[in-house]
């Protein structure tokens, strides 16, 4: 096992978004990093890289204001161990989401993935609102930020940060891939293969809109059904989470993915969708139009018949959107996300 150089601090792994996140960096950059997981034991994803994710979980508690508003006391030995490590030079400390306590002052380079918590804090539960823009004063003060999308680069200048910004998207998971055969795919996932299938992947925050989704499905015939991938609203399928391959069937099921999305940092399962040749229907939004390009067609997330417009559209001109999206999904390859990170991390170290 090579020496660590860059020491990663994160708090999910796998699954969500974020957790998502700590998996690819942690894949791209394995042989020169070793990533701590706080508090938290899930490293199930597969590949050689989990052998090199430690968790530490808090010795003596799990009371969650303790963990998050006194972090250098709760994870004291933790601190210890780092202080160690980073004592002796040639190291850095890759904060992986502003989300995640600051245990060790000396970071060099923090995650945002988005602003939201700041921008519409009414998505959070209140103490956690709080405690993140607690977080965002403490970590703007590093040198060096990554964000996923210039949209969330700006949204850092305009609150304040004045470190460096470093734009790297997120990777599509190669899971995501087009099956080239729909009838086969709703065959598989039990789904009726008369039915016209709008796709719905997210969270329920307020942010995701889902109301106008809900309204949508009261104005269509009855030969389109919503199958949703999470909760909020109610639809002909629901699904609560499922892995990348199970999520895989459904985007090859679907005729049309759909998201009235009022606020993202990038949106990822945009990018999923189009890898699987599923035509894209997104609000017409800054953070959409730069990820989505002209590979998507955007829709007012505040108007039901816009969104009725989109989504007809999308089924005339399948076949466009399906051949538009795949290529713009290429642009977010693990490949190029592994050598941007790397190409980061060596700049970092040599400075």
């Given at each position: 096992m090579s020496e660590s150089r860059v020491i990663q601090i994160a708090n999910v792994y796998g699954k969500t978004g974020i957790g998502n996140y700590s998996r690819w960096v942690n894949a791209a950059t394995y042989d020169l990093s070793r990533m701590y997981l706080l508090n938290k034991s899930d490293t199930s994803a597969p590949g050689?890289?989990?052998?090199?994710?430690?968790a530490r979980k808090l010795p003596f508690t799990s009371n969650w204001w303790f963990e998050n508003h006194l972090p250098r006391i709760a994870y004291g030995k933790f601190k210890k161990e780092l202080n160690t490590i980073m004592k002796d030079g040639g190291?850095?400390?890759?904060?992986?989401?502003?989300?995640?306590q600051i245990i060790n002052k000396d970071i060099d380079v923090v995650t945002f993935h988005d602003l939201i918590s700041l921008k519409m804090p009414d998505?959070?539960?209140?103490?956690?609102?709080?405690?993140?823009?607690?977080?965002f004063k403490k970590y703007s003060k590093v040198d060096h930020a990554i964000t996923t999308t210039n949209y969330v680069k700006k949204d850092l200048e305009d609150y304040g940060y004045s470190g460096e910004v470093h734009v790297i998207g997120y990777p599509v998971d190669p899971v995501f891939c087009d099956?080239?055969?729909?009838?086969?795919?709703?065959?598989?996932?039990?789904?009726?293969?008369?039915?016209?299938?709008?796709?719905?992947?997210?969270?329920?925050?307020?942010?995701?809109?889902?109301?106008?989704?809900?309204?949508?499905?009261?104005?269509?015939?009855?030969?389109?059904?919503?199958?949703?991938?999470?909760?909020?609203?109610?639809?002909?399928k629901i699904y609560r989470n499922l892995g990348p391959t199970e999520l895989n069937l459904l985007y090859n099921s679907a005729d049309v993915f759909l998201s009235t999305s009022l606020e993202e940092g990038?949106?990822?399962?945009?990018?999923?969708?189009?890898?699987?040749?599923?035509?894209?229907v997104l609000s017409d939004r800054e953070f959409f139009r730069e990820v989505a390009k002209n590979a998507a067609i955007f829709v007012d997330p505040l108007s039901v018949q816009s969104v009725k417009v989109g989504i007809d559209e999308a089924l005339s001109n399948s076949n466009v959107f399906r051949e538009k999206g795949k290529e713009r999904a290429g642009y977010f390859s693990f490949g190029e996300f592994a050598a941007s990170m790397r190409k980061l991390y060596a700049s970092l170290l040599n400075n």
């Amino acid at each position: 096992m090579s020496e660590s150089r860059v020491i990663q601090i994160a708090n999910v792994y796998g699954k969500t978004g974020i957790g998502n996140y700590s998996r690819w960096v942690n894949a791209a950059t394995y042989d020169l990093s070793r990533m701590y997981l706080l508090n938290k034991s899930d490293t199930s994803a597969p590949g050689k890289e989990v052998e090199r994710v430690v968790a530490r979980k808090l010795p003596f508690t799990s009371n969650w204001w303790f963990e998050n508003h006194l972090p250098r006391i709760a994870y004291g030995k933790f601190k210890k161990e780092l202080n160690t490590i980073m004592k002796d030079g040639g190291t850095i400390l890759h904060s992986l989401s502003h989300m995640v306590q600051i245990i060790n002052k000396d970071i060099d380079v923090v995650t945002f993935h988005d602003l939201i918590s700041l921008k519409m804090p009414d998505n959070y539960k209140p103490e956690f609102a709080k405690l993140l823009k607690t977080n965002f004063k403490k970590y703007s003060k590093v040198d060096h930020a990554i964000t996923t999308t210039n949209y969330v680069k700006k949204d850092l200048e305009d609150y304040g940060y004045s470190g460096e910004v470093h734009v790297i998207g997120y990777p599509v998971d190669p899971v995501f891939c087009d099956l080239n055969d729909k009838q086969f795919s709703k065959k598989s996932a039990g789904l009726p293969l008369d039915k016209k299938i709008i796709l719905s992947v997210s969270s329920a925050e307020p942010r995701k809109n889902l109301r106008i989704i809900q309204e949508l499905m009261g104005t269509l015939p009855d030969d389109f059904i919503l199958v949703r991938v999470g909760d909020g609203i109610s639809a002909d399928k629901i699904y609560r989470n499922l892995g990348p391959t199970e999520l895989n069937l459904l985007y090859n099921s679907a005729d049309v993915f759909l998201s009235t999305s009022l606020e993202e940092g990038f949106g990822l399962p945009t990018i999923e969708a189009m890898a699987c040749g599923l035509p894209v229907v997104l609000s017409d939004r800054e953070f959409f139009r730069e990820v989505a390009k002209n590979a998507a067609i955007f829709v007012d997330p505040l108007s039901v018949q816009s969104v009725k417009v989109g989504i007809d559209e999308a089924l005339s001109n399948s076949n466009v959107f399906r051949e538009k999206g795949k290529e713009r999904a290429g642009y977010f390859s693990f490949g190029e996300f592994a050598a941007s990170m790397r190409k980061l991390y060596a700049s970092l170290l040599n400075n």
